[in-house]
C-alpha cells in the first residue's frame, strides 16, 4: 500500500465552533445548520420491516422444527438484512466524510465540545440524537483530517456552559431555566433573542479562542 502525503489546504482566516444539534445534526457559529440526513431514515425504516420478516421466517422454521440454517427463506431474508445494515453503515460514513472535510477546507481553527458521549447515552433524551448522528466517528474524522491538510482542532471542556451562556453578554442562566424542550431563550441582561444551538456554537468557538490565547490546558475542571 503506498501512503500518500496530504497537501495542506489554504488558509481561509475563518474560525468555526460547532454544536451537535438535536434536531439537526450540527450547528456552526456562523449560523449553518447542517440537517441529518434523509435517507438514513428512510433506509432505517426498510431495516426494521426486513428484520421483521427475518423473524418471522424464524418462527415458521422453528414450528416446522427445522433448524434456520436449513431454511433457506430464513437465511435469503438473513442476507438482506445485513446488506442493509451495510447501506446504513456506508451512507452514514460517506455523509460524515463529505462533512467533515468541508469543515477542515472551509475553516482553520476548529472547536468542538469534547463530548463524553457513552455518558452522554445515559441520557435518554439525547441517546437516540446522538447515536444516530455519530458524533464520536464525526470528531474522529475532524481530528485526522484537520492534521493532514494542516488546520487545527480544538475540543473544549464538555463541562462549559455552552448552552445557558449568552453569546452576546456573558450571562449565564441559572440551573433548571433552560429545558432540553426550550429551542430559544431570552437574555435576562441583555434582552437578545438566543437560538439554543447557534448560541451554544458561538460560545463553543468563543471558548477555544480563549483558551488558546491563554494556552490553558483545554480540558480543565468546572
Ligand atoms: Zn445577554
Same mark, same amino acid.
Given at each position: 500500500?503506498?501512503?500518500?502525503?496530504?497537501?495542506?489546504? #489554504?488558509?481561509?482566516?475563518?474560525?468555526?465552533?460547532?454544536? @451537535?444539534?438535536?434536531?439537526?445534526?450540527?450547528?456552526? *457559529?456562523?449560523?449553518?445548520?447542517?440537517?441529518?440526513?434523509?435517507?438514513?431514515? =428512510? #433506509? %432505517?425504516?426498510?431495516?426494521?420491516?426486513?428484520? =421483521?420478516?427475518?423473524?418471522?421466517? +424464524?418462527?415458521?422454521?422453528?414450528?416446522?422444527?427445522? =433448524? #434456520?440454517?436449513?431454511? /433457506?427463506? !430464513?437465511?435469503?431474508? %438473513?442476507?438482506?438484512?445485513?446488506?442493509?445494515? $451495510?447501506?446504513? /453503515?456506508? +451512507?452514514?460514513?460517506?455523509?460524515?466524510?463529505?462533512? +467533515?472535510?468541508?469543515?477542515?477546507?472551509?475553516?482553520?481553527?476548529?472547536?468542538? $465540545?469534547?463530548?463524553?458521549?457513552?455518558?452522554? @447515552?445515559?441520557?435518554?433524551?439525547?441517546?437516540?440524537?446522538?447515536?444516530?448522528? /455519530?458524533? *464520536? &466517528?464525526? &470528531?474522529?474524522?475532524?481530528? !485526522?483530517?484537520?492534521?493532514? !491538510?494542516?488546520?487545527?482542532?480544538?475540543?473544549?471542556?464538555?463541562?462549559?456552559?455552552? /448552552?445557558?451562556?449568552?453569546?452576546?453578554?456573558? !450571562?449565564? @442562566?441559572?440551573?433548571?431555566? #433552560?429545558? @432540553?424542550?426550550?429551542? *430559544?431563550?431570552?437574555?435576562?441582561?441583555?434582552? *437578545?433573542?438566543?437560538?439554543?444551538?447557534?448560541?451554544?456554537?458561538?460560545?463553543?468557538?468563543?471558548?477555544?479562542?480563549?483558551?488558546?490565547?491563554?494556552?490553558?490546558?483545554?480540558?480543565?475542571?468546572?
Amino acid at each position: 500500500m503506498v501512503e500518500t502525503i496530504a497537501t495542506p489546504f #489554504l488558509k481561509t482566516q475563518s474560525n468555526i465552533g460547532i454544536d @451537535l444539534g438535536l434536531t439537526d445534526f450540527i450547528v456552526l *457559529s456562523d449560523g449553518t445548520k447542517v440537517a441529518n440526513p434523509k435517507f438514513l431514515a =428512510k #433506509l %432505517k425504516d426498510k431495516l426494521a420491516r426486513a428484520q =421483521k420478516i427475518m423473524s418471522k421466517r +424464524s418462527a415458521v422454521a422453528k414450528k416446522a422444527n427445522r =433448524k #434456520l440454517s436449513e431454511s /433457506s427463506n !430464513y437465511r435469503k431474508q %438473513k442476507r438482506k438484512v445485513a446488506k442493509i445494515h $451495510e447501506k446504513i /453503515s456506508n +451512507s452514514r460514513k460517506d455523509f460524515l466524510h463529505k462533512q +467533515s472535510f468541508n469543515i477542515v477546507k472551509s475553516h482553520d481553527i476548529i472547536v468542538i $465540545e469534547d463530548l463524553n458521549v457513552s455518558g452522554m @447515552l445515559k441520557n435518554h433524551k439525547l441517546a437516540k440524537a446522538i447515536s444516530d448522528s /455519530s458524533w *464520536s &466517528t464525526f &470528531t474522529t474524522m475532524l481530528d !485526522y483530517k484537520a492534521d493532514w !491538510y494542516g488546520k487545527q482542532l480544538i475540543k473544549v471542556d464538555r463541562w462549559f456552559p455552552s /448552552s445557558k451562556t449568552c453569546s452576546v453578554c456573558g !450571562y449565564v @442562566l441559572g440551573k433548571d431555566e #433552560l429545558k @432540553l424542550s426550550d429551542r *430559544s431563550w431570552n437574555c435576562p441582561s441583555c434582552k *437578545s433573542e438566543n437560538d439554543r444551538d447557534l448560541n451554544a456554537s458561538v460560545n463553543i468557538l468563543n471558548e477555544g479562542l480563549r483558551c488558546l490565547t491563554l494556552k490553558e490546558p483545554l480540558v480543565q475542571g468546572s
